[in-house]
């Protein structure tokens, strides 16, 4: 049987101003960044944190669905 999760998750980022790279690591330099490409940093560092943070509920709570 095929496992279907649907996950409704309100994050606050992307927004401005954007500091974060795409690691999610800290922008120091964020004033020198273009508007587009701070933005795609963020969005970047977003969706890595929801694999990191769906993953870490299907391991700690698999029925938590």
Known sequence: MKNNN????????????YIFESDCSVNKNEKEQD?????????ECMLNNLVVFTEYINKNDPNAN
């Open 35 to 43: 508007v587009d490409v701070g933005y795609r940093k963020n969005y």
């Open 6 to 17: 649907f996950f409704l998750i309100h994050m606050v980022i992307p927004h401005g101003p």
